[in-house]
């Protein structure tokens, strides 16, 4: 079983910053990927950004070159630094966890880009 916990969520006004952090209660390097993920209120979830074993990352294109997700193997953590953000960032932000027979999900962080 693997926990994951996202923090750094918030209220942040247009071409501001955050950034989320995820902690894995397991090796993070056992994992086949990391990501994340969002659902905006009446939408469907979709990938933000993904990170494999091998540290190949993917971006969805409406957040390439403004998001860059990164991890650190030695705390287990996955961290997604967002810039420039825009109100259609706005979402609840969740981390994600595949493993070879499984996939995890985090209780999801709120980001709301508004002035």
């Known amino acids: 079983q693997v926990q994951l916990v996202e923090s750094g969520g918030g209220l942040v006004q247009p071409g501001g910053s955050l950034r989320l952090s995820c902690a894995a209660s397991?090796?993070?390097?056992?994992?086949?990927?990391m990501g994340w993920y969002r659902q905006a209120p009446g939408k469907q979830r979709e990938l933000v950004a993904t990170i494999a074993r091998g540290g190949r990352t993917n971006y969805a294109d409406s957040v390439k070159g403004r998001f860059t997700n990164s991890r650190d193997v030695a705390t287990n953590t996955m961290n997604l630094q967002m810039n420039s953000l825009k109100p259609e960032d706005t979402a609840v932000y969740y981390c994600?966890?595949?493993?070879?027979?499984?996939?995890?999900w985090g209780q999801g962080t709120q980001v709301t880009v508004s002035s």
């Open positions: 397991g090796s993070i390097f056992s994992f086949v990927a």
């Open positions: 994600n966890a595949l493993l070879p027979s499984s996939e995890y």
